[in-house]
C-alpha cells in the first residue's frame, strides 16, 4: 500500500489529487484561509484538482490560527 | 491641538494612524481578543499559521478579524529559515497577504532568535516579493543587515517573548533607531504601560505585543493602558524630553518672594 504523510501523520494514498485529499481529509476545498504544500513546495488552490498525490509525499494543510 | 492622524506610521506602501500592533492570543476566548484588540486601537493584527485543526469546526481567526484590520500573518514556531520561508509562503497562500512577521526562534528556553536563520530567511522572502518584517535581536548589527537586505522594518525584542521584563537595553534600540530609516519596533518583553511608553521614549516608530495583554488580570482594560502607553511615550518623544540634571531648577519665579 502506498503511503503519504499528510500533516506529521502517515496515511494510506487514496487520493489522486491535492482535491481528493482535502476531501478525505474532511477539508472543505472551497473554504477559505487553507493552504497546501507537497514536500516544501505551496500547491495554489487553482491547482488543487489537477495536483496529483504520489506515493511517498510530504503534504501540510495548513490555516490561520490565534499567534502573537 | 495635535492629533494622532497628523503623525502616521508609514510601513512598506501601507500608512496606520495607531503605532500599537496587537497578536491574536493567547487570550482567555474571542470575545475577550475581539474586544482587547478593539480597546487597542490597533490596526495591525497577528497572527500564526498552524496544521488545520477539524475540532474547529471550520471557522478560524480570520473570520473573526477579517475587514477590520490589517493581517500580519508570522512564522511562530519555525527553527530553521526552510520551514520560515515554507510558513510564510503558506500564509500568502491562505491570507493573500505578502506581509510577514519573520519568526526563526533558536531554541525553546529563550525564544531568541537565530540570527543566522533569521538572514537567509528574510534574504529569501525578500526576493520572493514579501514585506518582511523581523523579530529580531537588539543588537545594531544584526538589525543593520536585515534593513540592508530590503526588510521593510525591523522588530528587536525589548526582552525574550512573553518575559514581561520590558526594554533591557534602551541604548542599543536607540542606536538602532539612529542608524536606520526603516520603522523600529519594538517586539517582545513587554510588560505593562510604562514598558511601552518608554519604548516609544526611545524613538521607536511601534510596539507589537500580545502577552502582555492577553495574558494580564483584565486584558480589555490593559489593552487600554497600553493604548495610552504608547500615544503618550510618542507624544513625549516627539516633545522632547528636558534634559537630566543633577541640581534642582525652581519652576516658580525666582523673583518676588516676601521677606528677600
Redesign the interface.
Known amino acids: 500500500m502506498s503511503t503519504i504523510r499528510v ?2 501523520e502517515d496515511r494510506d494514498l487514496s487520493a489522486a489529487t491535492v482535491f481528493d485529499l482535502l476531501m478525505a ?4 476545498p472551497k ?7 507537497i514536500n ?1 513546495v ?1 500547491v ?2 487553482g491547482r488543487w484538482d489537477r495536483e496529483p498525490v504520489k506515493d511517498g509525499d510530504e503534504i ?9 | 491641538m495635535y492629533s494622532p492622524l497628523e503623525d502616521p506610521l508609514t510601513i512598506a506602501d501601507k500608512t496606520f494612524t495607531s503605532r500599537f500592533l496587537i497578536g491574536s492570543s493567547p487570550f482567555p476566548n474571542n470575545q475577550v481578543m475581539l474586544d482587547s484588540i478593539e480597546a487597542s486601537g490597533a490596526q495591525i493584527v497577528t497572527v500564526a499559521i498552524r496544521r488545520i485543526d477539524l475540532s474547529a469546526g471550520g471557522e478560524t481567526v480570520l473570520d473573526l478579524l477579517e475587514g477590520d484590520y490589517h493581517i500580519l500573518p508570522n512564522t511562530a514556531g519555525c527553527y530553521t529559515a526552510k520551514d520560515a520561508v515554507l510558513t510564510a509562503q503558506l500564509a500568502r497562500e491562505a491570507i493573500e497577504t505578502n506581509w510577514i512577521k519573520l519568526e526563526v526562534i533558536g531554541d525553546r528556553e529563550t525564544l531568541y532568535p537565530d540570527v543566522e536563520h533569521l538572514l537567509t530567511a528574510a534574504d529569501e522572502l525578500v526576493r520572493d516579493g514579501f514585506t518582511v518584517m523581523p523579530y529580531c535581536t537588539d543588537d545594531p548589527i544584526t538589525c543593520r543587515k536585515l534593513v540592508d537586505l530590503g526588510c521593510a522594518a525591523v522588530m528587536p525584542l525589548g526582552a525574550p517573548i512573553g518575559s514581561g521584563m520590558g526594554v533591557l537595553n534602551p541604548y542599543n534600540i536607540e542606536i538602532i533607531r539612529a542608524e536606520n530609516d526603516v520603522p523600529v519596533i519594538i517586539d517582545a518583553g513587554i510588560g505593562t504601560a510604562s514598558d511601552a511608553a518608554l519604548a516609544m521614549e526611545l524613538g521607536c516608530d511601534g510596539v507589537l505585543l500580545a502577552s502582555a495583554v492577553s495574558r494580564a488580570h483584565d486584558p480589555v482594560r490593559m489593552a487600554t493602558a497600553m493604548r495610552h502607553g504608547i500615544e503618550g511615550g510618542r507624544h513625549a518623544f516627539l516633545a522632547g524630553r528636558i534634559p537630566r540634571k543633577r541640581h534642582a531648577e525652581a519652576s516658580s519665579q525666582k523673583t518676588g518672594v516676601i521677606g528677600t
Do not use: K, L, S, Y
Open positions: 500533516n506529521g481529509e474532511d477539508v472543505d473554504a477559505r484561509f487553507v493552504a497546501v504544500a516544501g505551496v495554489p488552490r501540510e494543510i495548513v490555516t490561520p490560527a490565534p499567534g502573537g
